[in-house]
């Protein structure tokens, strides 16, 4: 105590706003025959940070979207002579700037998979493309390329090659590399 009218506290205490947070989500899955399927997802959120005020009430609903289009292994042939098995996958991912997930909806690393801060996924926009390829039994090369387009003018885009031969009598070969441009 300083005195009267001197010192700087108050009897005040500051209680937490009341929030709100809701999700709804819907998703599909089409099978399309020979081992294909597409899939889509759409999810809106609604986040209130203060249930007291309509101010600022018109950002509160985010949306957020993806689908994938998959093939698993195949065999491939040209001219009818064998040429292995073949998987592709085609992704794509879009969420909102106003979008907020209830938990973690990215993969883990998914801030240095695409050279940039983990834990933001809101103002995304991401396209992959992913093959397998087995040309024989017991090698696998598999590659994927993919787009992001974030908020604030962040891009960035990668590359990545692996290759995989694992056969009898033969000493395991693994080779890896990707390249993340940002």
Do not use: C
Not at 33 to 51: F, H, K, M, P, Q
Not at 85 to 106: D, M, T, Y
Not at 109 to 136: A, F, M, N, V
């Amino acid at each position: 105590y300083e005195g009267e009218g001197r010192g700087d506290y108050l009897p005040i205490i500051y209680l937490p706003l009341a929030t709100s947070h809701q999700l709804i989500d819907a998703s599909t899955s089409i099978d399309l025959g020979g081992n294909t399927i597409i899939e889509g997802e759409v999810a809106l959120s609604d986040r209130d940070l203060n249930l007291y005020s309509n101010k600022d009430d018109q950002d509160n609903i985010g949306l957020a979207y993806s689908g994938r289009l998959k093939m698993d292994r195949r065999r491939i042939a040209l001219f009818k002579k064998g040429l292995g098995e073949l998987a592709v996958e085609a992704n794509l991912q879009s969420v909102g700037k106003r979008f907020r997930p209830v938990g973690r909806i990215g993969e883990v690393e998914h801030g240095r998979k695409w050279g940039k801060e983990e834990g933001t996924y809101w103002d995304e926009k991401i396209h992959e493309l992913r093959t397998s390829y087995y040309p024989l039994k017991g090698v696998e090369l598999r590659s994927e390329v993919g787009s992001m387009e974030g908020g604030g003018g962040f891009n960035s885009s990668r590359t990545m090659i692996e290759a995989d031969v694992s056969k009898k009598r033969v000493p395991r070969v693994h080779y890896f590399s990707e390249w993340i441009l940002s």
